[in-house]
């Protein structure tokens, strides 16, 4: 009986003893480096770029996508309306995002005692979206939901902002921002 105990016995002991090492010395953390490249810079673009102007949004939508009967199926009545319905995703989805405006100084130019501004331009929007739920259609899953959201919500944004009368803003801000820079004697001219 004690022949058979002794395996028993060594095995817990070698147990206990790895258990001891293993968290004096191991990781305690809990966390792993996962290995990556050198952080390599890719481009330097030099920028001219004055921003004169922002406008912040936020909208919660339902976003919708789904598929239509393709080929043959196309010409069968109601079978657009059936492929649709089996194929629709759904997502409840929040966007906040801000659309600004301003001048590129770098097409700036002098005509004699002018400075002549190029014309306001808006950029593209910066949007953050958040899922908040999601419904897959029953035959097929967009995978590409929620970036098509966000350019839905860009679009939108931007849209809004240029109804909204960014532009004039816009010039209306540089010119205030450069007059400041060149000094009231300097004629100030903006194109377009």
Known sequence: MRKRAFPYLALAAALGVGVVLGGRFGTTSG????WAGPLMLERVKSLGDLHTVAHSYQRVFEFETSQDA??????VPAASEIVQAATRNRALVSAN???E?????????WEGKTLVMPAPK?????VRLRV???RTGMFW???NLAPKATESARTEFRTAAVRGGILKTAKENA???VRALVGPETALRFEG
Do not use: C, F
């Open 70 to 75: 393709e080929g043959m199926w196309s010409a």
């Open 175 to 177: 010119e205030r921002q």
């Open 31 to 34: 966390e792993s480096t996962p």
């Open 101 to 109: 405006a301003g001048v590129d100084l770098t097409q700036a130019r």
């Open 122 to 126: 808006v950029y593209d929007a910066n």
């Open 97 to 99: 995002g801000s659309v």
């Open 141 to 143: 899953r967009d995978q």
């Open 132 to 134: 908040h739920s999601q």
